[in-house]
């Protein structure tokens, strides 16, 4: 990173001593190996990303997806079983890739879960699977 120099005139730093375009108070200059973030309300992570940002409420159905293929490893895999499996994996790599799941992928996941039948309908992880897709499809 380069070292902030303070414009005295103005009140404001440049990068590196080089000089760049204004804006009110605030010269910016050129930025390396580092992040700049100006004005409120700012989220900065300096540093690689797995996937894209999700809301909290994607976030929470990724985790409940998670947990719940993890569960499913544990039962006899039966047809439905499966396809709900399968669905779980695709919908948890949609979520990871863009940040969220299409209403179509939820919709399916629904039906899914209800044709798993009460084995899943037991499993705690699948009631809040169940309870994260309601909540993102308004019902």
Known sequence: MGTAERDEESG????GGQSGRRF???RIGN???GVVGIGDGNHIVNGAQDGAVCDPAYEELLRAVQQLSADLERLVAGPEVSALSDELTDTQGEIQRTGRA???RLARLRVLLQ???AGVGMLA???A???AVGALLGG
């Open 12 to 15: 404001a730093g440049t990068a």
């Open 24 to 26: 009110g108070n605030i």
């Open 31 to 33: 930025v390396r190996g």
């Open 102 to 104: 299409g209403a179509g």
């Open 115 to 117: 044709d798993a039948g």
């Open 125 to 127: 992880s699948g009631v």
């Open 129 to 131: 699977v169940g309870q």
